[in-house]
């Protein structure tokens, strides 16, 4: 599990969640766009929520490994709607300097830092 800091606020989600989410403000950073994402999440007695977060070019977004609860939020259909996502959102690509694949990108592009 990790947890997502944004703009004061915190959020427990699965790792595959908060990497997805982290790796398309990354994309969409780099086309100057953004996009509302509904995070999937438990609320404070263990139900499913979603929190609303607005990602884009000032995106401050931090994670942070978190303790592991066998009620880890998993949302596949999640994680593939964020790379269709990233896949539209222009063809700048984030530069990272681990040399990751992008959510979405397509290994053999270059990446720029277009802006």
Same mark, same amino acid.
């Given at each position: 599990?990790?947890?997502?800091?944004?703009?004061?606020?915190?959020?427990?989600?699965?790792?595959?969640?908060?990497?997805?989410?982290?790796?398309?403000?990354?994309?969409?950073?780099?086309?100057?766009?953004? +996009?509302?994402?509904?995070?999937?999440?438990?609320?404070?007695?263990? %139900? /499913?929520? &979603?929190?609303?977060?607005?990602? @884009?070019? $000032?995106?401050?977004?931090?994670?942070?490994?978190?303790?592991? +609860?066998?009620?880890?939020?998993?949302?596949?259909?999640?994680?593939? %709607? /964020?790379? &269709?996502?990233?896949?539209?959102? @222009?063809? $700048?690509?984030?530069?990272?300097?681990?040399?990751?694949?992008?959510?979405?990108?397509?290994?053999?592009?270059?990446?720029?830092?277009?802006?």
């Amino acid at each position: 599990m990790k947890y997502i800091h944004y703009n004061g606020t915190t959020i427990l989600t699965g790792d595959e969640i908060a990497d997805a989410v982290a790796e398309y403000a990354a994309v969409l950073g780099a086309n100057g766009r953004t +996009d509302t994402v509904h995070v999937p999440t438990a609320d404070a007695h263990g %139900q /499913l929520i &979603r929190a609303t977060l607005l990602i @884009g070019p $000032a995106s401050q977004i931090v994670l942070e490994p978190a303790p592991e +609860d066998e009620l880890e939020p998993e949302s596949p259909e999640f994680v593939e %709607q /964020l790379r &269709r996502g990233a896949r539209s959102a @222009g063809s $700048a690509q984030p530069v990272h300097a681990e040399g990751d694949d992008v959510l979405g990108a397509d290994s053999e592009a270059p990446a720029t830092t277009e802006r």
